[in-house]
């Protein structure tokens, strides 16, 4: 017979087992109380919140009632914590004046950053100002952002800070007085309802137009400008000139690309080259951002940390690894400087200081909670950038690959391994991080590649990780001693290897690219899905645990949403050109014309752009029209002068939409029928997609969908009556 223990049980053995769904409550609870520590992290996410709520409005909200709303819930919040009250108090009002102060920080740069914006002008003026950069070319020519000094037919006060100016030849250097004979606009509205608003983008960088010169860049005399612009051309000039004995050393070729990635220049890169890198999932590459600062940042600080453990006097007597920070935080704000300091760069520029003063107040460096500082301190000092592909992709991605950091397990070493063993071993760990790295990031940022930029390069992951290590170990710390030595003494042998460098990763970008089907275009997901897909993403790397799979399926909403029906008709800003849709294709019926808004809008419903036909089209110097056997939608009209009631009834009776790009004050009766556009349309909603149903036609305008916003308002044309 068994004995009877005569003490108490700790757990009986007709003791109750918990069912199913309190084990799974008690699963979750356990789950919710791990998140202590994390639940700041959504700081900066209600604060960019609150931002992209500004940037969705579609009015002008005033600046009083939000700058209450803020200071309210910063006092609801901070008395909450003052008074003891638990996290289920203190965690919605810290959120609600993080979204409070996100909106009023919008709004306060939105007015801080005001500036004129160039109204339509009648007929083409002259400006004179200051060279203070090279732009990235344009399909036009070559483009510099020049500080006017006078405009004819602007009073000074509705003259624009800066204006982006299209040049004929080779581009004037910085500090260069100019005078372009020009046509002067307003910067471009989107290029179709919900598309990238690039007035607003001007907007926040104080460009008040944009100019084509219609002659060559004549010098011009001047007056002094202003100290500040003074040191901004002369180290913009010390970069282009950088840039430019790069090219001459190297070539324009691959100097083109080596300049791109020092100095941000991309005047020198060639069509094709670039067209190469977009295809393969490269192009990253040749935008100053996070990459370039962490090799830098990284090269310099494992140089230095190398250097005081070569020396035991000084490695005795201080920390290496803080020393080294203080370099890396060196080389990241000189790198920023030479890069020409663009929204992308000043980004990453934050991230890695945050990360270098973590080393410094002995933190560790790569941390959850140092990515939400510097999202955070992003967000402060440019509330505009939650709306930018750049900050949306980079923080995605950034944030993707830490949770990756603190997911990884540990790597065991083994000791006294051969090292034929421990080489294999080594490459074989270094792949399945590169790998995993690649894999995770290129998830983190596909909604956004495939919302923004409606393309996805399917081989990217191949071509990424052939030129990972070629970008990281050789070309830029190549690059970094050829341009500290000097790119004609000491340093032309470091250039020569970044050249080789540059070849190789473009033999792989071409090579990529020419694979079948390396790219697939995908329409653009309704505008309210991407929010999801960015929660969706933060959810899963914030989270720890294995709850956060959870957000997996709205990370995938903008690939699995279902698409709206494709307009029939798209007319872009001002009647130059339209497209119809087709057979999964957009029709173009004035090929070469405005060719960036076509692109643009045809990616955008996941067609592919294919030029009309000769055959069945009646086309003559300022109208095209389909003809008999053509069932195309739309006529055009884009002269300047109406056409007479002749020509306009021949126009509404080839096609049931009329687009005339002048303003029409007559119809004649064959266009009782027929929808006509004209200028007054266009004027006041810029471009229109357009539905052909059963009971007619239904519009969306850009402007609609733009909303009466600062950036959306084109200059006062009374400004321009000033002689």
């Not at 007015?111 to 009648?122: E, F, K, Q, S, Y």
């Not at 220049?265 to 590459?285: C, F, K, N, P, V």
């Not at 690059?479 to 032309?492: F, I, K, N, R, S």
């Not at 055959?615 to 110097?621: F, H, I, Q, S």
Request: glycine share 10%; hydrophobic share 50%.
């Amino acid at each position: 017979m068994r004995g009877v223990s005569g003490r108490a049980a700790l757990i009986p053995p007709d003791a109750a087992k918990p069912s199913p769904r309190e084990r799974v409550v008690t699963w979750v609870v356990d789950e919710v109380r791990a998140q202590a520590l994390r639940w700041r992290l959504l700081a900066p996410v209600a604060f960019g919140g609150g931002a992209g709520l500004y940037f969705a409005l579609k009015s002008e909200p005033p600046l009083w009632p939000l700058m209450l709303t803020a200071a309210l819930m910063l006092a609801l919040w901070l008395g909450a914590k003052r008074r003891g009250l638990g996290r289920r108090f203190s965690l919605p009002l810290m959120l609600l004046a993080c979204m409070a102060c996100g909106l009023a920080g919008a709004k306060l740069r939105s007015d801080r950053v005001a500036a004129p914006i160039a109204p339509v002008l009648t007929a083409p003026t002259v400006i004179e100002g200051w060279v203070v950069d090279v732009d990235s070319p344009g399909d036009r020519g070559h483009r510099v952002v020049v500080a006017p000094v006078r405009i004819r037919g602007l009073a000074p006060e509705a003259t624009p800070i800066r204006v982006r100016a299209t040049v004929q030849g080779a581009p004037p250097a910085p500090g260069t007085a100019i005078r372009l004979f020009a046509i002067l606009n307003p910067p471009p509205p989107p290029a179709s309802p919900g598309a990238y608003d690039f007035g607003r983008g001007a907007w926040f960088e104080r460009m008040g137009g944009t100019a084509v010169a219609l002659g060559e860049t004549r010098p011009a005399v001047l007056p002094l400008p202003p100290w500040q612009l003074r040191m901004a051309m002369r180290v913009n000039a010390a970069r282009f000139g950088l840039a430019q004995r790069i090219v001459d050393r190297l070539g324009a070729r691959t100097g083109g690309i080596a300049a791109a990635m020092t100095t941000g220049h991309e005047t020198w890169i060639q069509r094709e080259d670039l067209d190469a890198m977009r295809d393969s999932g490269l192009a990253h590459i040749l935008s100053i951002s996070g990459l370039h600062m962490a090799i830098v940042g990284g090269f310099a600080f494992f140089l230095v940390r190398f250097g005081v453990a070569a020396w035991p006097f000084l490695a005795l007597r201080v920390s290496g690894k803080k020393v080294a920070a203080v370099a890396g935080l060196i080389a990241v704000w000189s790198y920023l400087v030479l890069s020409g300091s663009p929204a992308p760069a000043e980004r990453a520029a934050v991230t890695a200081s945050i990360a270098f003063a973590g080393i410094l107040l002995d933190r560790p460096a790569i941390s959850m909670h140092g990515l939400a500082v510097a999202a955070m301190v992003v967000l402060m000092l440019q509330p505009e950038a939650v709306v930018t592909p750049g900050f949306q992709m980079s923080f995605a991605a950034t944030a993707a690959l830490v949770a990756l950091a603190e997911a990884w397990p540990p790597r065991t070493r083994e000791l006294s391994v051969p090292w034929p063993i421990a080489m294999a071993q080594s490459a074989r760990h270094w792949l399945v991080v590169a790998v995993t790295a690649s894999a995770v990031a290129g998830a983190a940022t596909g909604p956004f590649a495939i919302q923004h930029f409606n393309r996805t390069a399917v081989f990217g992951l191949i071509a990424n990780l052939a030129t990972a290590p070629i970008a990281d170990f050789v070309l830029m710390p190549a690059l970094a001693l050829g341009v500290l030595l000097g790119p004609e003494g000491l340093g032309a042998p470091f250039l020569w290897v970044a050249g080789q460098g540059v070849e190789a990763m473009l033999a792989v970008g071409h090579w990529t690219a020419g694979l079948p089907g390396a790219v697939r275009t995908i329409a653009s997901a309704p505008d309210d899905v991407l929010p999801i897909s960015f929660l969706g993403v933060l959810f899963v790397a914030l989270w720890e645990g294995r709850l956060r799979w959870l957000g997996l399926p709205f990370v995938c909403a903008v690939l699995l949403w279902p698409r709206a029906p494709t307009p029939t008709v798209w007319i872009g800003d001002g009647g130059t050109n339209a497209a119809y849709s087709e057979d999964k294709r957009a029709v173009i019926v004035r090929p070469g014309v405005r060719t960036f808004a076509t692109d643009l809008w045809s990616r955008r419903r996941g067609l592919t752009a294919t030029n009309r036909g000769e055959d069945g089209w009646v086309c003559e110097r300022y109208a095209c029209a389909p003809g008999t056997g053509t069932d195309a939608p739309i006529a055009l009209w884009w002269g300047q002068t109406a056409p007479g009631l002749e020509a306009l009834a021949d126009l509404c009776a080839s096609a049931p939409l009329v687009s005339v790009r002048a303003t029409v004050t007559v119809l004649p009766e064959e266009c009782a029928d027929t929808l006509v556009l004209d200028g007054v349309d266009y004027a006041r909603g810029g471009a229109v997609e357009l539905w052909q149903t059963p009971q007619g036609w239904r519009a969306v305008w850009s402007a609609e969908a733009r909303g009466d916003r600062p950036w959306s308002r084109v200059g006062d044309p009374d400004a321009a009556d000033v002689p």
